[in-house]
């Protein structure tokens, strides 16, 4: 069991470093990446030329713990981070799915930012 954890683990990093070569963030255009774990979720948007972190979202704040790691908490964390971004006048990032699969839960967050009116 823990060999085969090893193994998915090691696949998503190789994944991350690929779509990394490719995409980076702006000030103008910043980089939205998504952790998630079977417990947590956790939104961050990112200035990379900076290398500043300029609105994060996450289910271990108080307000938002009582929100799943399931597709319908993946969308309303999606919907609160891209009311953050545009109180700070961000309306269009570059979304990094961090090596997960854009399915479910990622695909439920992006939904859920798009909602809010962020473009990507």
Do not use: C, W
């Not at 963030?25 to 990379?48: C, H, K, W, Y």
């Not at 309306?91 to 695909?107: A, Q, T, W």
């Amino acid at each position: 069991m823990l060999r085969k954890m090893i193994e998915k683990d090691r696949k998503r990093l190789k994944r991350k470093i690929h779509i990394r070569k490719q995409i980076s963030g702006t000030a103008e255009r910043p980089r939205m990446s998504v952790f998630r774990s079977n417990r947590r979720l956790s939104i961050q948007v990112i200035d990379d030329v900076k290398g500043f972190t300029l609105a994060s979202a996450s289910t271990l704040e108080k307000e938002f713990k009582d929100i799943k790691a399931t597709v319908e908490g993946g969308g309303k964390l999606g919907e609160i981070i891209g009311k953050r971004l545009l109180e700070k006048n961000i309306k269009e990032v570059v979304f990094d799915r961090n090596g997960y699969l854009y399915h479910g839960v990622v695909k439920a967050i992006a939904e859920g930012a798009r909602k809010a009116g962020v473009q990507f």
